[in-house]
RNA sequence: GGGCUUGUAGCUCAGCAGGUGAGAGCGCACGCCUGAUAAGCGUGAGGUCGGUGGUUCGAGUCCACCCAGGCCCA
């Protein structure tokens, strides 16, 4: 007879392999019928708001691992909040303005932006940015994240641009608004003013020169006639625009005469540029400090101008020779000290990087000609001591790769000054996760300059200011930006391009100055980060489902710099205090060597490959894995490791399943009295893993989840309770109480692990949520599942303590039994009875448990000895616990057919001749 | 160069306010099982706690410097 069809073995559809990206599709396909996102939200109605607000991605490309990490870790956070008592609302939105998409767009389209109309290059970086929205929006969808994706927010709605303006309008009554002259970066080919965060750092070759500029007031302190100050420049092509020659007020300085001349340069310095310009005879005739040297007046040795001697902290003595050239029209460091000084800002070249007829001789020329010009026209003029190329770290246009100058220009800034306390004062009032988030922005803001917002290009929203075209004043006001926020809502920001300053005007506007009644319109743009600045306004005010401020902003580190910052500036300026109570960051994206991901390197991970080879949940695992607080790591390797980790829990769960066939948690449920000692240890275990599970979530710590729900599957679970159960699952009578008592477990657990895994593995858990044993009221989806909670009746420290005890012993016999296998070919454990040989303090802790003991070694029989009993001399003895030896023998009888076990009673039996007696009166019962 | 930051076994992470020979899981090696089976179990080998120098009776844990990374900025 085959009396294996007399045992409860496991059954289930439950597949063991997860064949993911097949599956996913499916249950994405599931989500979307059931209009998931819409029955949380209308499940969670009326609970405590929790909002996350999403940082928009860029409208240009496909996702990458960066995004995913982001968007993975937002979901683990909303799907967490909203299935344990909270409404947690997510609305996705896209960046879609801005520099990049107008030059993917010119380039993919092949658009000429100087013979196509505004308007209609304006729809086509539309149409650009949108294209990639629902690519994105796919990509999204794909790695299970859940949100409102048919309603997202973009920057470049009608609804969106005009609470952007309504908030520039705002920050222009403040008086935060103002036009500068200012040096910024400025690219000549993209031909437009860069923000900070435009700008990429990469070598370059520049020249090098050294250039006396002869003193024509030495204020007494020296000889002019004769004198000469030396500055040190790797931009030839500014000098035309010098006004002025910084020296360090405590740097000493000293007057080196050679020949008939004499060169003033620092103290420390001057011997190294004299030897560069190999001259060996030489005698310091004189020296002060910076301070002194104030005041004193040299000639321009280009212009007919003058360049006066200043003070400023920024000198160093690094590099050149202590005096430094400044022109104020080209470099922020110069305008600001120049500020100090009155200086005038010349910035004598056009928006192609050509000079103007202001430069004289050079106008015409390009930079890098001028650079040839001027080094020429010095040495012409015998003032050029030395000349060569070196090799530094210079800034370059982020998109068109060109090296980038500093060029003074008409700019719309907004003051931070005007509101820099108080934003810093709103900093404090943030949580920052984690804490050194605020010493970075802190510091960030307080010594930020002013925010540029001008951006001279077409593809964003217009600075919505007129001028007066009598008298030139500028015209911004409540009326004007009503009137305008109504246009933007009806026609979009499209209608500043396309209509006339005449008709975009509120009726009867008069210039304030002058009465004037014609008006043209300012042509630049606003900066995109305004625009994403002000999303806190423009998506969460204007939903009924959101609010303001968010909780939570979660983003990469970098932005610190980018949206944090952005974000803050218009919040504060408006409204006094931040959009956010608190902001998460995350670190980059690196390999398994810490090396940041390029393409250069070669070691990118593409999304999309591990999706389609593993499946996105193996990606939310990773995601999860990772301490994201610092920098993560990517690799291959890594994501294979994941797979195996997935694959234990998705097996553990399986094992679960298996053996609740025939479990009817509204009948079969065993009560926590009734149940047998391990399983009430088991469920202890289960409620410290909901414990520390949940305060892991709490606290964002992800990597916890991970760590703490993986090592519960493979270690109490899969080697120690599971496999110990085995037997009375299988063996005993399907509805006796012990096998409803460990099934009673198995259910719990399988219900637990299944909701404390949904915020990471959101497919699988779905997967696993069909296979759960339908009862009265069971959701649709496990995302509409609640939170499990701490059941307290189950802890219980005495019966922890008194395992952990009962699994030191049994740590002990395994590798008694490993010795056994190895010397004594004992092959299954089944074949052994172990002899246990305590001593008196063991012997009392084990005695009553005599009866389990075989079952928890998994073993036929084990035998306590009285501590009287001297052990053989072959026991096996650990180190570890000295109280005990263990012997470990082939187990008396034969193996029972049925369950395997190695008994005496085989054969006793008449009606079953080969089980034993435990087995038999099973069959008899049945 | 400046601001912020990271560096514990091959990998992902623990190491609580400094104190018995540094931990877990995975992976790896070897073995067992074949009633979780493209599964399950066991045993074992892996670490100068980035480096150096200090403070201390005692440091992975405090201080200084250095090295190698990361983000942002010059």
């Given at each position: 007879m085959d009396y294996s069809k007399t045992l409860n073995l496991p059954r289930t559809d439950f597949p063991m392999r997860a064949n993911l990206p097949q599956r996913e599709p499916e249950i994405l396909k599931f989500w979307e019928e059931h209009d998931i996102y819409r029955q949380v939200q209308e499940a969670n109605k009326g609970k405590p708001k929790f909002i996350l607000h999403d940082g928009p991605p860029y409208a240009n490309g496909h996702i990458h691992l960066g995004h995913t990490l982001n968007k993975i870790l937002k979901d683990i956070i909303v799907k967490y909040h909203s299935m344990n008592g909270y409404d947690a609302p997510y609305v996705p939105g896209w960046d879609t303005h801005g520099l990049p998409i107008e030059q993917q767009a010119i380039k993919d389209l092949g658009l000429n932006r100087r013979a196509i109309d505004v308007v209609e290059f304006r729809n086509r970086c539309r149409d650009y940015a949108l294209k990639y929205v629902n690519i994105q929006r796919e990509e999204f969808k794909r790695l299970g994240v859940r949100g409102d994706w048919e309603h997202p927010y973009l920057t470049l709605e009608p609804e969106y641009e005009a609470i952007q303006i309504g908030i520039f309008g705002e920050m222009a009554k403040k008086g935060y608004i103002y036009k500068g002259l200012k040096p910024v970066y400025w690219c000549t080919d993209c031909e437009t003013a860069l923000a900070e965060a435009e700008v990429e750092?990469?070598?370059?070759?520049?020249?090098?020169?050294?250039?006396?500029?002869?003193?024509?007031?030495?204020?007494?302190?020296?000889?002019?006639?004769?004198?000469?100050?030396?500055?040190?420049?790797?931009?030839?092509?500014?000098?035309?625009?010098?006004?002025?020659?910084?020296?360090?007020?405590?740097?000493?300085?000293?007057?080196v005469q050679v020949g008939d001349e004499r060169y003033l340069m620092a103290a420390e310095l001057y011997r190294q540029v004299l030897e560069l310009l190999a001259i060996k005879d030489y005698q310091v005739v004189a020296a002060f400090t910076g301070a002194e040297l104030e005041g004193v007046l040299c000639r321009n040795p280009l212009m007919d101008r003058d360049s006066v001697v200043i003070l400023g902290e920024h000198v160093t003595l690094e590099q050149g020779t202590g005096c430094v050239h400044t022109a104020p029209g080209h470099g922020l460091e110069d305008y600001?000290?120049?500020?100090?000084?009155?200086?005038?800002?010349?910035?004598?070249?056009?928006?192609?990087?050509?000079?103007?007829?202001?430069?004289?001789?050079?106008?015409?020329?390009?930079?890098?000609?001028?650079?040839?010009?001027?080094?020429?026209?010095?040495?012409?003029?015998?003032?050029?001591?030395?000349?060569?190329?070196?090799?530094?770290?210079?800034?370059?246009?982020?998109?068109?790769?060109?090296?980038?100058?500093?060029?003074?220009?008409?700019?719309?800034?907004a003051s931070i000054d005007g509101f820099r306390q108080q934003a810093l004062a709103a900093i404090k009032e943030v949580k920052w996760i984690p804490a050194w988030g605020e010493d970075r922005i802190y510091n960030m803001v307080a010594e930020r300059s002013d925010w540029c917002i001008s951006r001279q290009r077409t593809w964003g929203v217009p600075i919505p200011i007129f001028y007066c075209v009598d008298c030139g004043k500028e015209i911004i006001n409540d009326a004007t930006i009503s009137h305008l926020q109504e246009l933007f809502r009806e026609f979009g920001s499209n209608v500043w391009f396309a209509r006339e300053a005449q008709d975009l005007v509120p009726e009867g506007l008069k210039c304030p100055a002058c009465?004037?009644?014609?008006?043209?319109?300012?042509?630049?743009?606003?900066?995109?980060?305004?625009?994403?600045?002000?999303?806190?306004?423009?998506?969460?005010?204007?939903?009924?489902?959101?609010?303001?401020?968010?909780?939570?902003?979660?983003?990469?580190?970098?932005?610190?710099?980018?949206?944090?910052?952005?974000?803050?500036?218009?919040?504060?300026?408006?409204?006094?205090?931040?959009?956010?109570?608190?902001?998460?960051?995350?670190g980059f994206l690196v390999d398994e060597e810490g090396r940041k991901m390029s393409k250069s390197l070669g070691n990118g991970i593409d999304p999309a490959d591990v999706i389609r080879e593993k499946g996105a949940d193996v990606l939310r695992l990773w995601v999860a894995s990772a301490d994201y607080r610092r920098d993560v790591a990517a690799s291959p390797g890594i994501m294979q490791q994941l797979t195996e980790a997935y694959r234990k829990i998705r097996n553990t769960c399986r094992f679960l399943l298996a053996n609740l066939y025939d479990y009817d948690p509204e009948k079969d449920r065993i009560s926590r009295e009734e149940m047998l000692e391990i399983d009430r240890w088991a469920m202890d275990k289960l409620q410290r893993l909901v414990g520390r599970v949940t305060q892991a979530y709490e606290d964002y710590e992800f990597h916890v989840v991970y760590h703490t729900i993986h090592n519960f599957c493979a270690v109490d679970l899969s080697a120690v309770y599971l496999d110990i159960i085995k037997d009375r699952l299988y063996t005993w009578p399907a509805a006796s109480r012990g096998r409803r008592s460990a099934q009673t477990v198995l259910y719990e657990t399988i219900n637990v692990l299944v909701r404390l895994l949904t915020p990471i593995l959101a497919f699988t858990t779905e997967e696993i949520w069909r296979y759960l044993p339908a009862t009265p009221g069971k959701p649709v989806s496990v995302q509409l599942a609640g939170w499990p909670q701490v059941q307290d009746e189950y802890l219980d420290d005495e019966l922890q303590a008194r395992w952990d005890k009962i699994l030191q012993v049994r740590d002990v016999v395994t590798r008694a039994l490993e010795r056994a296998r190895q010397e004594q070919g004992l092959g299954n454990s089944l074949n052994a009875a172990v002899h246990l040989y305590p001593d008196s303090g063991l012997y009392r802790f084990l005695q009553p448990l005599e009866e389990e003991l075989a079952t928890i070694f998994i073993v036929s029989l084990a035998v306590l000895h009285s501590p009287g009993e001297e052990a053989p001399a072959t026991a096996f003895a650990a180190e570890d616990l000295p109280g005990l030896k263990v012997l470990v023998e082939m187990a008396p009888g034969e193996k029972c057919e049925r369950c395997w076990m190695v008994s005496p009673t085989v054969g006793r039996d008449t009606d079953h001749p080969t089980l034993c007696k435990r087995c038999a009166a099973v069959l008899r019962q049945a």
């Open positions: 750092y990469g070598e370059r070759r520049s020249p090098s020169i050294y250039v006396k500029f002869p003193v024509v007031d030495a204020r007494g302190l020296f000889e002019a006639e004769g004198s000469f100050i030396v500055i040190w420049t790797t931009t030839p092509w500014t000098l035309p625009a010098n006004v002025a020659i910084a020296l360090h007020p405590e740097f000493k300085y000293v007057l600001e000290v120049g500020m100090r000084y009155n200086l005038p800002v010349l910035s004598p070249l056009d928006d192609r990087g050509h000079f103007t007829p202001e430069a004289g001789q050079f106008a015409g020329l390009f930079i890098e000609d001028g650079n040839k010009a001027v080094v020429k026209e010095l040495e012409a003029r015998g003032a050029l001591l030395h000349f060569s190329f070196i090799k530094h770290q210079y800034p370059h246009c982020w998109r068109c790769k060109h090296p980038v100058i500093f060029r003074a220009t008409e700019q719309w800034f009465g004037g009644r014609e008006f043209r319109k300012e042509t630049d743009i606003m900066d995109v980060w305004f625009d994403s600045g002000s999303s806190h306004a423009a998506v969460l005010t204007t939903r009924p489902e959101l609010g303001w401020p968010a909780d939570l902003y979660l983003e990469g580190s970098d932005q610190h710099r980018g949206w944090f910052n952005s974000s803050l500036s218009t919040a504060v300026a408006t409204r006094g205090r931040a959009p956010y109570r608190q902001v998460l960051t995350h």
